[in-house]
């Protein structure tokens, strides 16, 4: 429990154990295990109450991994209950509908009810200790490979690094792109959710696949009014805040206004981690929804919401590139981005990604990464109580060799090195540049496709612009 006086909040010291509420519950929301605090451009010792960043993710234990190798193929999430592939097909992608098809024929370990996962099963694996960089040995997955094989992107084959998407079961009720049906999907090698396109102009979507069976509850929520601005989730033992914070605020004061809140009797509220917001998302509704009665906001009409097309903030750093200057939100409205020139919902409503921490917006209206997710840094606040979880006054001993981050397009190998090519002609978000998404003339397309395998890739790039730039064929605005 916290008081606050006079803008400083202080501990007075309540702590539940993780474990106990879990044995109860049918949707577990397994912490992410991050465990080191970070400031605007560094990692620093944990906050005392009422500090500067206080109130972050590792501040905060909730149910810790667990899980069990079953000796036949499978792996046990202890906490969900959901039992899992722990080696899928690596050496092969599919595409969404050989994805669903596969499960109906799956035998592993003698269990025929094997299914795709939804998009909350999928991303209750993901861990936010993970981090690309710009090679596989700077690099740790999103996921625990102690129990659950992985594959980054082969680079061999033309893939980026970041190439580990994984299909859900989940499908955009919007479009995305250009005007794509899309499907939502996790990267557990960027550390992400979005929604990609079925289709693309180089042929349909393919990802990894990993399958699920067990807890057919997991992931769907059981809100109640509780008539006094509050809102329970009987099925997480979650506690929120019903209405949002009103206003959009960069990451440090969205952590002091969760410390700081006094609800309905209540004062030990925080600024959910990544994995409590995103269970509160409601993947049946978007505000571009094509069913009309779908549309709004990706969040239960029991919660109110200041702008329909508002992001969130949460407490856990993106450590991606081994930084530490960009902090996760999730999108309740649509996931912008600027391609082409053109400002479009890249990722759908439901999307997880990140933005500075602080900042000025006007530095980045290009966007960030090969999609050009567009930059907020001022984003909203919802903020959570209950969960069992237990308060943290330490973490690991500093390691010092986190940095303040850079662009999304800024970094190596695995990030499409540079933005302008490849990430402004890249409208399917692959990676390569088709002949089709090609704004030169033909001949010229011809000349830079050296290994002439039908797209451009960064290494194929135009040192210079091409003696000829024909109009180039913008995507369709949604």
């Known amino acids: 429990m916290r008081e606050c006086a006079m803008g400083v909040c202080v501990l007075l010291a309540f702590c539940v154990t993780a474990a106990c509420l879990g044995q109860m519950l049918p949707y577990v929301i397994v912490d992410t295990g991050q465990d080191r605090c970070f400031s605007n451009d560094r990692e620093i010792a944990y906050p005392q109450a009422g500090a500067a960043f206080d109130g972050q993710d590792a501040q905060y234990q909730g149910h810790a991994p667990a899980y069990k190798d079953n000796g036949d193929g499978t792996v ?85 690094l970041i190439d580990a998407q994984y299909w859900s079961a989940s499908e955009y009720l919007g479009k995305t792109m250009q005007g794509n049906p899309t499907v939502f999907g996790v990267n557990f090698a960027d550390g992400r959710i979005k929604g990609y396109p079925k289709v693309s102009p180089r042929g349909e979507m393919v990802e990894f696949v990993r399958y699920v069976r067990g807890n057919s509850k997991y992931g769907v929520n059981e ?15 979650l506690m929120w805040q019903k209405s949002d914070s009103g206003k959009g605020m960069n990451w440090a004061s969205a952590l002091a206004y969760a410390e700081c809140l006094g609800l309905a009797g209540h004062s030990d509220w925080r600024l959910p981690n990544a994995k409590e917001l995103q269970s509160i998302v409601d993947y049946t509704r978007a505000p571009d929804a094509t069913d009309t009665t779908r549309r709004g906001p990706a969040i239960s009409p029991v919660f109110s919401v200041a702008t329909p097309e508002s992001w969130y903030w949460t407490g856990t750093t993106h450590l991606e590139n081994h930084s530490c200057g960009f902090a996760v939100y999730l999108c309740f409205g649509q996931a912008m981005g600027t391609m082409n020139g053109m400002k479009m919902n890249v990722h759908g409503a439901g999307a997880q990604r990140s933005d500075p921490k602080a900042g000025n917006r006007a530095d980045w209206l290009s966007g960030n990464g090969p999609q050009g997710d567009e930059i907020r840094i001022l984003n909203y606040v919802r903020c959570v109580r209950g969960g069992g979880v237990v308060r943290r006054a330490s973490g690991p001993a500093l390691d010092g060799t986190y940095t303040v981050g850079r662009r999304h397009s800024e970094v190596g190998s695995g990030h499409n090195v540079k933005r302008g090519f490849v990430a402004h002609l890249d409208t399917d978000g692959d990676g390569k540049v088709s002949r089709k998404e090609f704004d030169g003339p033909p001949s010229e397309f011809d000349r830079l496709d050296r290994d002439g395998d039908g797209f451009l890739s960064e290494a194929e790039a135009p040192k210079n612009p091409p003696p000829e730039r024909s109009g180039a064929q913008a995507p369709n605005p949604l």
């Not at 809100?223 to 033992?237: I, K, L, P, Q, S």
């Open 76 to 160: 046990t999430d202890v906490n969900t209950g959901l039992m899992w592939v722990k080696t899928p097909d690596l050496r092969n992608k599919s595409t969404f509908a050989q994805a669903v098809a596969g499960a109906k024929t799956c035998r592993l370990a003698g269990y025929a009810d094997w299914r795709l996962p939804t998009i909350k099963e999928l991303y209750s694996l993901i861990d936010f200790r993970g981090y690309s960089a710009h090679t596989v040995a700077q690099s740790k997955p999103y996921i625990d490979t102690n129990f659950f094989a992985f594959a980054w992107g082969d680079e061999l084959k033309g893939q980026r």
């Open 223 to 237: 809100f109640v009014d509780n008539g006094d601005g509050t809102v329970t989730d009987r099925a997480t033992g």
